[in-house]
């Protein structure tokens, strides 16, 4: 690849994006002071530009209503150092995090157990909130990748519980704050929480309402990796609290000599910044120091801050406010002049999602179900596989398979791991390996099951992919399952195959019979036998909490390992695709208000006997299918690309990369996007034999 040639294209993308990021903050501020508002810093012009994209009508009307919260909520003037703010501060039911999630986000945490409505103030909880979130906001990595909140309800009672004060938090962080609010997770919530839950959602746009999400502890993985979460959610972060405060204190005491020494008071920032960040696994990892280069830095003299954490990242203040370095990755950075000083600057624009990169922090929105080639239409995917020809997709499947793998499997190499892989060489990825809840707390690999999320259209992930259970993983198997609340699980394989056994029998087979498997009891309670695949209807009851949960298996009993689905036609094979959606749609309609996430539904568990062959055509069909219904378009190997980089080595064969080709041109004349699809010579001096 020519190297001038990207580095010209880079070049062209930032003095572009630097045009655009100076015009939308001078835009910004000629707003405010057109409509006479008070004087505000460049820095505070960014935070609200970040939270609407740089779209500065949306940025300025998010300004007022912050202005309009504030003041409505006497969240102006803040006395951290006195009470009843002081003393606010330090029960510590509300506290930022010093670790993210997989995305990069910042996660804010409010103990409900600790909040006592008769004993504070709404303007007293706001304040401390607000206080905290300030400071946490001056990051520029939580200005890009925003905030994670989680509404912990462990072990609250009713008297805990505020709806008036929960509303203003909601309604201020959904549409007054500079801060995107990436998901709101409310974890156990108990029973009585069900009503004004109901109510509180309708007060929640609907794009926001898909991120707002009631878990239990064990499902919080789903969203933020355990790394990050705090010992009392079932993590392995000890938060030091007392060390956060005393972060907070010392950038709003900086920022107040800032504002002193510039003869600019801006009432929005009242705190300093904090340095970039790397996550890693998780956990916030500081560049280092502050490094002050500016003229402020000059007048105030050494001010970097230096408070560690034991066994912590120290927290730390960073003057400059958008110093952000990091690799080129679909983000392109600029150089912004401020003050007469350079800094690095992250102007958000985001590139698509390359083939080869791991990117277990895409949103759903993100999630298109492609990689970095452009979606084609049904005409003109029908053309390509023309030209292509068999041989053409078989290469450029070698193509693909001949990258190295796109993550590490540590967990999936342990020695205490090592026999709960069906296959030596069928490992599961670190990045996006589903974490079970530790049932021993000496043993940390208790957490292990050879399984991966997978993203699916526009849904984070939709699928687990995960190995044929073996007998001695079947109890692992349905405690994932019940943790992850999934409803559907796929099969596309038997149990035996040509006198081999593929997976082992973990449901019962025949109705009303039931199994026990560790902690979890399944009873089947039907089975519909039909000639391509066998539906069973399962009961799965969790023995240490007497609660139980339906769950529909789908089996598909006609694709031969290693191979694709015989008789010349994909027909079969897509109508029990749309059976597992229908189904999938049914569950959840069960589920009702129960269920509070993506509007498709919890993951989709999906397996054949090594989980990657047979496994990684289906979700290619499913998501490549879904784009086509949505947007009138696909893209083959993207797909293919995104989901090996979150399950190693799926889509196991050069046959199985040509049948999702050929299966859904089928699925288009089925659906009427094609008239027909017409392949004659598509074989043509290709008489290789599938392997």
Partial sequence: MNHEYIRAQLKEAFIQNLIKFLRATKAFLDALSESGAACVSRATAIKFLLARK????????????HEATRRREGLNKFEPFEDPLKSELETGKFTILPTRDGTGAAIAVFTANKHFPTQTTHQTTLQGVVYQLDVALQSVDTQRAGLVFIYDMTDSKYTNFDYELSQKILTMLKGGY??????????????WFKAPFRILRLFVREKLRERVHTVNAPQLGLHVPRASLPKQLGGLHEPDHAAWLEHCKNCFTNNLQNAKLDGVIDEYVISNHIPPIKPQNGIIEHEGACDMTSDRATRLGDNKTDMHISGDPPYTCDPSPLRHKHGYNGDTKARHINSGDEEDVDIS??????????????????CGGGGAGAALSPAALLARVRELGRRGLV???????????????????????????????????DHSRVLLSQTDPDDP???????????????????????????????DFWRMVWEQGSLVLVMTTRAVERGRVKCGQYWPLAAAQRAVYGDFAVTTEAVEQEDDYTITHLLLTDLRRAQSRRVWHGQYTRWPDYGVPGGGSAQPVLRFLLLVRRAQQRALHELGDAWAGHSRGPPIVVHCSAGIGRTGTFLTLDICASRLAAEGALDVRGTVERIRAQRAHSIQMPDQYVFCHLALLEYAVM?????????????????????
């Fill in 395 to 429: 290469a450029e499947y070698e193509d693909i398979r001949a990258r190295p793998p796109h993550g590490t499997f540590h967990n999936a190499k342990l020695p205490s791991n090592l026999a709960k892989n069906r296959y030596t060489d069928v490992l599961c990825y």
């Fill in 671 to 691: 659906h009427g996007y094609l008239d027909s699809a017409d392949l004659a010579g598509f074989d043509d001096e290709n008489e290789e034999e599938s392997e």
């Fill in 445 to 475: 690999t208790t957490d292990y099951i050879n399984a991966n999320y997978v993203d699916g259209y526009k849904q984070k992930n939709a699928y687990i992919c995960t190995q044929g259970p073996l007998p001695k993983t079947f109890g």
């Fill in 349 to 366: 624009t985001r590139g698509t999602w390359s083939s080869g990169s791991v990117s277990p922090g895409l949103s759903d929105e993100e």
């Fill in 54 to 65: 740089f779209d500065v009508a949306r940025a300025h009307a998010l300004w007022r209503q």
């Fill in 178 to 191: 500079p801060a995107k609010l990436k998901k709101v997770l409310i974890v156990t919530a108990p029973l």
